[in-house]
């Protein structure tokens, strides 16, 4: 079975920092490009960064946020520095590649970010 697991999540001053990791297994990691999510209440999911060999990021979070994979160990990180309140969302790990016929993705169970000001 496919599984991402995320960790990290908290609760952080505005200005602070986090570390988000998500851990990957029953998939060929490397093939997929892993990215970050989040959805703040009331608000539709938004990507966040992704990275496959480069790497991009939501305009609102370049700069602060550094997304990284390692293939070795199946995982990728969010380094957040400098969170802001409007940071605050559950965060989800999402892999997806495209086959010849099929497209897939799979999805964390997302871990909570609460910046307080």
């Known amino acids: 079975q496919v599984r991402l697991v995320e960790s990290g999540g908290g609760l952080v001053q505005a200005g602070e920092s986090l570390r988000l990791s998500c851990a990957a297994s029953?998939?060929?990691?490397?093939?997929?490009?892993m990215n970050w999510y989040r959805q703040a209440p009331g608000k539709e999911r938004e990507l966040v960064a992704g990275?496959?060999?480069?790497?991009n990021y939501a305009d609102s979070v370049k700069g602060r946020f550094t997304i990284s994979r390692d293939n070795a160990k199946n995982t990728v990180s969010l380094q957040m520095n400098n969170l802001k309140p409007e940071d605050t969302a559950v965060y989800y790990c999402?892999?997806?590649?495209?086959?010849?016929?099929?497209?897939?993705?799979?999805w964390g169970q997302g871990t909570q970010v609460t910046v307080s000001s």
């Open positions: 999402n892999a997806a590649k495209k086959g010849i016929m099929l497209q897939y993705t799979y």
């Open positions: 029953g998939l060929m990691f490397s093939t997929y490009a």
């Open positions: 990275i496959t060999s480069t790497t």
